[in-house]
């Protein structure tokens, strides 16, 4: 997996290549929680992910809190088919807001 950080202002982008999964969702979570108090907006954009597993799910939920608790927008853009079924299978996309 990739991250890529690509701050406008108050609105960070992390753009994430290649797959979310047990190795790799602490890195995620890592880059996310290094940044918090820099933005208002963050969008992961899932352009170029390949697969997220039940680690990388844990991610979002967490996120997706402390988006409540500190009071950011967070948003979920650009899925592909793949992973917009692992994220409808959960009921995810229930919770999240996906664009």
Do not use: C, H, W
Not at 12 to 28: F, S
């Amino acid at each position: 997996m990739n991250i890529e950080k690509d701050f406008k202002e108050k609105e960070l982008t992390i753009l994430i290549n290649g797959r979310i999964d047990t190795y790799t969702a602490p890195d995620l979570e890592v880059a996310i929680n290094e940044e918090l108090g820099n933005f208002n907006l963050l969008i992961l954009d899932f352009t170029d992910l390949e697969y997220i597993s039940s680690a990388g799910l844990r991610v979002l939920v967490a996120t997706q809190k402390k988006a409540k608790k500190e009071d950011f927008t967070f948003t979920i853009k650009n899925v592909n088919a793949t992973v917009n079924e692992i994220l409808r299978m959960s009921k995810f996309d229930k919770i999240l807001n996906i664009e």
